[in-house]
């Protein structure tokens, strides 16, 4: 800028008034191209979508993103990890699940998308409103053996989180689950997710999934597409079913009294694990059902709501 009104100012000082009117035109000339360019740069900034535009703790929301032409997506983050990416299933652009699980700070998150084009690499930024959620309490008074545990059912208690923690931090990295996901039985919510369970005034974690109304030998179906990443007969949970749908979301299966998928199978959607029941800490038969994306509990009743085909359980 400093240069062209340099120019123009020398030019208006040596020639006629035809001269000055030409340099006018050149002026307004260079003007429009530098707005028309601007107006180009930021039309090449990618689309970014979020539904629902907040995430109650616990909740998740589906991003959609389309890149502007000759340019490629390097990389999804949010509340400090990689997101798995994978391109939309009918247009063009990509998708990709965020899930705030129950210990996020409530407020605004940078989501940060980097993208390659011909001049390297841009980053874009929005801001994801995580909203507070007020979860129910349960109080229930039990006999102490029920809550405190000799050291060596401790032990049993612990190795069977760390099992089931470790394959769920796992992430493949493709897809496997093809369209919507049904609800392993159909049936109706017993207990939700979040709910908070006071046993002897002593506060626990909260509920990790949801339980589902099933009575013994119910079959339990695949909620989508998959690989039976675990079968393990915890103390809490009992004979327990963990499948992948890759990129880091899976399914889990608790409390079951028969199995009928080894580990490792490949599964399809709504097929047949195995059959609900009572084992492990269970009052009665039923089914705890739990959704686990990047390692963390999410509700299966909001992702349900998201990816689920339409009705209730
Ligand atoms: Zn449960």
């Known amino acids: 800028m400093c240069l062209i009104s340099y120019k123009i100012n020398q030019i208006s000082a ?78 063009k652009g990509f998708e990709a699940i965020l899930g705030a699980g129950l210990s996020v700070t409530p407020g605004r998150h940078a989501l940060i ?34 809550v405190e545990f000799p050291p060596r059912i401790l032990k049993k208690v612990r190795e069977d989180q760390h099992a089931v923690q470790k394959v769920c931090n796992m992430v493949t990295p493709r897809r496997y689950w093809k369209s919507s996901f049904v609800w392993p039985v159909n049936s109706r919510i017993l207990s939700p997710f979040g ?48 499948v992948d749908h890759g990129c880091g979301l899976y399914t889990l299966y608790a409390h079951l009294s028969e199995v009928r998928i080894k580990q490792g199978t490949m599964v399809k959607r709504g097929e047949i694990l195995g059959l609900s029941g009572k084992t492990g800490r269970a009052t009665g038969a039923h089914l705890h059902w739990g959704i686990s994306l990047l390692g963390t509990r999410l509700d299966p009743e909001l992702f349900m709501k998201l990816l689920g085909c339409k009705g209730t359980p």
């Open 195 to 242: 709910l908070r369970r006071i046993f002897n005034g002593q506060p626990r974690s909260p509920h990790s999934g949801v339980d589902l109304r099933a009575p013994e030998g119910t079959p339990v179906r695949s909620a989508n597409s998959g690989r039976v990443a675990l079968v393990r007969n915890c103390y809490l949970s009992g004979w327990t079913m963990v």
């Open 14 to 91: 040596s020639r006629t008034p035809c001269v000055l009117l030409m340099a006018a035109c050149f002026f307004l000339l260079l003007v429009s191209l530098t707005s028309m360019s601007m107006a180009s740069i930021s039309n090449k900034e990618p689309v970014m979508s979020l539904t629902p535009r907040t995430i109650p703790l616990g909740g998740l929301a589906l991003l959609d993103v389309v890149l502007p032409s000759g340019t490629w997506l390097q990389g999804i983050s949010f509340l400090g990890r990689e997101i798995p990416f994978f391109p939309r299933e009918k247009h």
């Open 113 to 146: 998308i980097r993208w390659g084009g011909p001049e390297g690499l841009n980053v874009s930024t929005i801001s994801v409103d995580v909203k507070y959620r007020k979860f129910p309490e349960e109080r229930l008074v039990v006999a102490r053996k029920m």
